[in-house]
């Protein structure tokens, strides 16, 4: 008799044990299963408590409809949540999404965190901003600077946006952006370093304005990461600026 009291009381501990926290890895792995319900239902109390890549996935799973219906209200709140925290594609998809709503000045607020992370579709859609002057004031060195930055990196569409500006800009307007772009690399491995350059004229008449390019896809993992890449660049966003013949800054491109 007493050994099975035993017995019982043991079952009855263990069974009031709660089950292992699970992680955001433990959403990834449902994610890549295609158990997308699952994955959401990991994420969102790790997101809703502060952790930054579970908020981004939960970003990315209301922006796709994955798991969840499509709402893009609250996948710009859970971006935020993760953006606040220094979470580098939050940054950049709350960017995107906030200049698409047409909130310019909230976008370029965090589109210039992310291009001072060397993210290349932020640099090239704060730096196209920047030449217009649309949501910051105008400044077409530092635009050029970080058209620039973003083409070295490969990125196609930065490429044409730059061919375009570099169509339309003094050779003096480009030397100081190619200087201005040395030192922000400079920068981004040297914090100390400074990033003073010569102040630019205010230009007699307002320039052509141009728009860059269709944002390049981005390459599509099998599932979002800890610290994921979006799947494709975010559906169609607000033309930052005109241009003869550029297309949508941010054009879908797949189910992102």
Same mark, same amino acid.
């Given at each position: ?199 630019? @004229? ?8 141009? $728009?860059? #390019? =269709?944002? /390049?896809? !981005? +390459?599509? &993992? ?12 975010? @559906? ?8 003869? $013949?550029? #297309? =949508?800054? /941010?054009? !879908? +491109?797949? &189910?992102?």
């Amino acid at each position: 008799m007493r050994r099975s009291t035993f017995w019982v009381l043991l079952l009855a501990v263990s069974m009031a044990q709660p089950a292992a926290a699970q992680s955001v890895r433990d959403g990834i792995d449902a994610w890549a299963s295609g158990n997308y319900v699952e994955a959401v239902t990991i994420w969102r109390p790790l997101a809703d408590s502060g952790d930054a890549d579970a908020a981004f996935n939960m970003g990315q799973a209301y922006r796709m409809g994955r798991g969840v219906g499509i709402d893009n209200a609250r996948a710009q709140r859970y971006f935020e949540s993760a953006a606040r925290q220094g979470h580098l594609d939050a940054e950049v998809n709350l960017g995107l999404m906030l200049f698409s709503n047409g909130d310019k000045v909230n976008a370029m607020r965090w589109l210039r965190s992310a291009s001072s992370k060397s993210d290349p579709r932020a640099m090239l859609v704060y730096g196209t901003a920047l030449y217009n002057g649309d949501g910051v004031p105008r400044d077409p060195v530092a635009g050029y600077a970080y058209v620039k930055r973003a083409a070295d990196t490969g990125l196609d569409p930065a490429r044409r946006t730059l061919s375009e500006l570099d169509r339309l800009l003094s050779d003096e307007i480009k030397t100081q952006g190619i200087q201005l772009a040395a030192r922000q690399q400079g920068l981004a491995r040297t914090p100390r370093e400074a990033t003073a350059r010569p102040k630019t @004229p205010a230009p007699s008449s307002k320039p052509k304005a141009v $728009t860059p #390019s =269709a944002t /390049a896809k !981005a +390459t599509p &993992p099998p599932a979002p990461k800890p610290t994921p890449k979006p799947t494709a660049a975010p @559906p169609p966003a607000a033309k930052p600026a005109p241009v003869a $013949t550029a #297309s =949508a800054a /941010a054009t !879908a +491109t797949g &189910p992102w």
